[in-house]
């Protein structure tokens, strides 16, 4: 139990930062063993965002909303997976070869690619919270609960699927061999939590949110799918940092089908 217990307190410090003061030794088998929570983590960020849109709305226009709860989004995670979104364009976008890729995204300076994708990506991100706050406060349930929940679970899934890319130890591969059944337990996890939130949409009378529900889902990892094969293609496998793209591409997938959904149902 306590070794589990360690693998929820790995998971909440190593992919947010929300406070939770408690020492723990890391090694290989804690951040496997955080693996079946990050879902779980996904869902209390999913939860003080609808809490921060929920503040901001009421006491702001959407607009300045929509770049509070962006804000919140970052800030909640400390910006880890936009480090990784950075740099991986550095280096997919050199278009060198795969282990000067590598060897770019392992540089900490932040090339000019890394930073026209970061702003693009940004950008795109605000737009679409922006549409969804001022169409359909159900779709931003969906889109701040949901999202973060399977957006998570599929760095799991990309762990298990794709081999690491790198030779060289990395943070990444801390997760080496992590087993399947600990992405199993995640995938359970986020099940859960995605049916304790349609239920709570239910108790509100929006029977018919389960549609946009497996949408988002679906929609998430078949984007999540194509860009992790294209991402291995280049690399040869995955990396900390293309963890973290996956991530924020998921995300990004996500909340534009919220916005195509509710664009073609209006």
Sequence with gaps: MTKWLHGLISAFQFLSRIPVPIEIHYDEQVFKRSVPFYPLVGGVIGLLLYAISYVSEAILPALPASILILIGWIALTGGLHLDGLMDTADGILSHRSRERMLEIMKDSRVGAMGVIVCVLYLLMKFSLIYMVVTENRMGLLVSLLIIPIWSRWFITAAITIWPYARINAGM?????????????????VSTLLSLIIYDVLLMNGFSDQWRLMLLVVGGMLLIGLAAGVYIARKLGG????????????????????????????M
């Design 172 to 188: 990444g591969s801390m997760f080496k061999g992590t087993p399947i059944r600990y992405v199993i337990y995640g995938a359970v």
């Design 238 to 265: 995955q990396t900390g940092d293309t963890y973290g793209t996956l991530n924020e591409l998921v995300e990004l997938a996500g909340l534009m089908i919220v916005v195509s959904y509710y664009h073609f149902m």
